[in-house]
């Protein structure tokens, strides 16, 4: 079953502009964590946030977690044409023995 | 440190014939998972194993696949009898523990003519 949806589906933006990702979940989680696709390729581990959190950075990328409303975004500021790629939230289910739970991704398109 | 390496990349089988795809996890990690893409879709969880257990395997279809991850040696998925459903690219994640990120490889891409 799908834990985590994004939103939106697609997204595209131009160079500097900053990308707003947002991944609702359903059930309680241990962590939520980001994860990058391009095209054809394996997916990248971007961040991970822990239930107790409510905000991470790393680099251009800030994400936040809001467990009352059981959604996360993630922002990418000042976006580069590199940054084009499908973005997937992965939910740990607060369950011992579960692998993570990817939802279905956003793809975004950064033209310069 | 190599990754996470996924052999072969490309497979082609017939209809009814066997897939067999690998997966060697990154060096320290004990965990491996499996997930299956269909184009333009997410992740779908097939299975989770450590060595020789098999922890989760809700994700696999009951029939045709299985999954080990020996002692020794990597991580097999097992398709037999393959159908034209069963094309779509199969990648594989190692995790030193089940609460870190995971490592992906870069997938096998199985197709069945």
């Known amino acids: 079953s799908q834990q985590g949806e994004e939103d939106p589906q697609a997204l595209s933006i131009q160079e500097g502009e900053n990308a707003t990702m947002n991944c609702s979940y359903k059930?309680?989680?241990?962590?939520l964590q980001w994860y990058r696709q391009n095209s054809g390729r394996g997916l990248v581990h971007l961040i991970l946030?822990?239930?107790?959190?409510r905000e991470k950075h790393s680099g251009r990328l800030r994400v936040t977690l809001d467990t009352s409303k059981k959604s996360s975004s993630l922002l990418i500021t000042a976006s580069r044409a590199a940054d084009t790629a499908s973005y997937f939230c992965a939910t740990d289910k607060n369950q011992a023995g579960t692998a993570l739970i990817f939802g279905k991704g956003t793809t975004l398109s950064v033209s310069s | 440190n190599a990754g996470v390496m996924q052999n072969p990349r490309h497979l082609v089988r017939r209809r009814g014939q066997e897939a067999r795809l690998r997966c060697s996890p990154m060096k320290g990690h004990s965990h491996v998972y499996w997930y299956r893409q269909l184009p333009e879709e997410g992740l779908k969880f097939m299975v989770y194993?450590?060595?020789?257990?098999?922890?989760?395997e809700s994700g696999m279809p009951k029939e045709r696949f299985s999954a080990e991850f020996p002692k020794e040696g990597p991580s097999i998925l097992r398709i037999q009898q393959v159908v034209r459903g069963d094309s779509a690219a199969y990648f594989c994640a190692s995790s030193p523990d089940r609460s870190s990120g995971y490592t992906f490889g870069s997938g096998t891409r199985l197709t069945v003519v």
């Open positions: 059930t309680s989680i241990n962590n």
């Open positions: 194993l450590q060595k020789e257990n098999i922890i989760d």
């Open positions: 946030i822990r239930s107790n959190e």
